[in-house]
């Protein structure tokens, strides 16, 4: 069964630092990997998506996630944080199959030190 | 304009009573989800609809019973409400099925007294 791990439930950094938020995941086959950000009050957005090829992924906003299957990881990073990313992330897994969905992690929510 | 649009955005109800909270996406998606998130942020994936058919039904009680009208809009109603159903419950739509972007509401924020 699909599942994802996000090990930091809070993590803050101050504003112009880089960041590194860590994912985890556990699919037999290739995963199709997402991340999403959940600003206070609101839905969840699409920063970026890996289903194949190079494993260094752009996203928006200036995050990019690298696919590291010998790692089982898709970490998301960013050289230098605003106080606007503060938010909650989400990693998640999808794989095809006429029963798939999209797993989510558990979310890490990120501060911005001033 | 909202892409995906869900009301009402808050809901307080007593134990016991019936509602319904609903979703419209002008996208032009076929496929949209029910998602709902618990106090700890965890999201779980309830239903997901493609052109009209149910196709994902997680392990919800049946007092859940989603109902897609068109493939642009996706209700959620729920019966004989408990204390555990407090939570915010989100809309989602996509394009591609269930691999594809998906866009999502802002949100319901369910409380249940």
């Known amino acids: 069964a699909q599942s994802v791990t996000q090990p930091d439930i809070h993590i803050t950094v101050s504003e112009g630092a880089s960041l590194e938020l860590r994912c985890n995941y556990s699919y037999g086959a290739t995963p199709y990997l997402f991340w999403y950000v959940q600003s206070p009050g609101q839905g969840l957005q699409l920063l970026l998506k890996?289903?194949?090829?190079?494993?260094l992924v752009q996203g928006i906003k200036g995050f990019e996630a690298e696919f590291k299957r010998s790692q089982s990881s898709f970490n998301l990073r960013k050289p230098s944080v605003h106080w606007s990313d503060a938010a909650e992330y989400f990693c998640a897994v999808g794989a095809y199959s006429s029963a798939s969905k999209i797993i989510f992690g558990s979310g890490t929510r990120l501060s911005i030190r001033p | 304009d909202t892409a995906v649009s869900q009301t009402p955005k808050y809901l307080v109800t007593q134990m016991g009573n019936d509602k319904s909270i609903k979703c419209e996406q002008n996208l032009g998606h076929d496929t949209m989800y029910w998602y709902k998130q618990d106090s700890k942020k965890f999201l779980k994936i309830m239903f997901s609809?493609?052109?009209?058919?149910?196709?994902i039904n997680e392990t919800v009680p049946n007092r859940f019973s989603p109902k897609s009208p068109d493939k642009a809009h996706l209700n959620l109603h729920i019966n004989s409400l408990e204390l555990g159903d407090s939570a915010v419950y989100f809309c989602?739509?996509?394009?591609?099925?269930?691999?594809?972007?998906?866009?999502f509401g802002p949100g319901t924020r369910l409380t249940v007294t």
């Open positions: 989602a739509s996509s394009q591609e099925g269930q691999l594809g972007e998906q866009y």
């Open positions: 609809y493609n052109n009209k058919e149910l196709i």
């Open positions: 890996y289903f194949s090829g190079d494993t």
